[in-house]
Nanobody, 121 residues
Framework: QVQLVESGGGLVQAGGSLRLSCAASGSVFSINAMGWYRQVPGKQRELVAA???????NYADSVKGRFTISRDNAKNTVYLQMNSLKPEDTAVYSC???????????????WGQGTQVTVSS
């Protein structure tokens, strides 16, 4: 079984920084694309940033220049460095990984439980 565990969320003042981490464990053989999503109650989940196995990245327009996604393949971990945080960044952030397990089969998506990020003004 594959498990994704997020860490690094919390409460921060506007202009501050946080770094989120998401580590995959269990029967992981390989991880393709990984991404960070966020969701506010009553709204649809949105993609914040994604990174491919080759290191190519994509960002939502609202976070470009402020957030940086990276990954450590040896640790099966994806990070989201969040700088210059704004109150509108407040949301539950969840990581997703397209993962192939050691028992075989095709890769499929796995989700973490999410971590709360709250930015106060």
């Amino acid at each position: 079984q594959v498990q994704l565990v997020e860490s690094g969320g919390g409460l921060v003042q506007a202009g501050g920084s946080l770094r989120l981490s998401c580590a995959a464990s269990g029967s992981v053989f390989s991880i393709n694309a990984m991404g960070w999503y966020r969701q506010v109650p009553g709204k649809q989940r949105e993609l914040v940033a994604a990174i491919t196995s080759g290191g190519s990245t994509n960002y939502a327009d609202s976070v470009k220049g402020r957030f940086t996604i990276s990954r450590d393949n040896a640790k099966n971990t994806v990070y989201l460095q969040m700088n210059s945080l704004k109150p509108e960044d407040t949301a539950v952030y969840s990581c997703n990984g397209r993962i192939r397990t050691v028992v075989g089969g095709t890769a499929r998506g796995y989700w973490g439980q999410g971590t709360q990020v709250t930015v106060s003004s």
